[in-house]
Every structure is written in C-alpha cells, then in structure tokens.
C-alpha cells in the first residue's frame, strides 16, 4: 500500500476533526478557537486538494479522493464524541 493513501486518510480525520469542532465553537459563539480551527481545516483541507490535483495521475487519484472521505467521515466521529473545551451542558 502506497504511504500517500495512509496519509491522505490521516489528513481527512485531521481536517473534519477540526471542521466539526470549529462547528461546535461557532455555536457555541467562542469567537477565537472558531476563527483558529477556520484558518487550520481550511489549510489542511486545499493542501490535500492541491496535492491530489497536481501530484497524482488519473488511477491514483480516484483511491485517494476516496480514502480521503473515509478519513473525513472517522474525523467527524471522534470529532463528535471528543469534549474539547466544551462541557457537557454546553453540547
């Protein structure tokens, strides 16, 4: 197995972990690890975009995108039940 399918799924958990807590803050209306966690998901999310797009050929890229997902999906589920700065009654 190629080590950029294991990164990229790594990327994806990283990248929707910090989406869905930046959710969590913005309803939060805790204004400054929103705007941190905007800036991070965005960074992480256009630097795997930008590399599947220009690194990687047309049979490699598929995989990728759906490895990717994968990891985006597990990122939402630990992002869900982790507690960061939050405490249960404001969840």
Not at 81 to 90: V, Y
Request: net charge neutral; aromatic share 16%; hydrophobic share 50%.
């Amino acid at each position: 197995m190629d080590y950029y399918l294991i990164l990229y799924f790594f990327a994806g958990i990283l990248q929707d972990f910090l989406v869905t807590l930046d959710w969590r803050y913005i309803s939060k209306h805790k204004v400054k690890p929103a705007v941190l966690l905007s800036f991070l998901c965005t960074t992480v999310q256009m630097l795997v975009i930008y590399n599947i797009l220009s690194h990687l050929d047309a049979q490699r890229s598929t995989p990728a995108i759906v490895i990717y997902a994968m990891g985006v999906a597990t990122g939402t589920f630990l992002a869900m039940k982790f507690k960061f700065g939050l405490n249960d009654e404001d969840i």
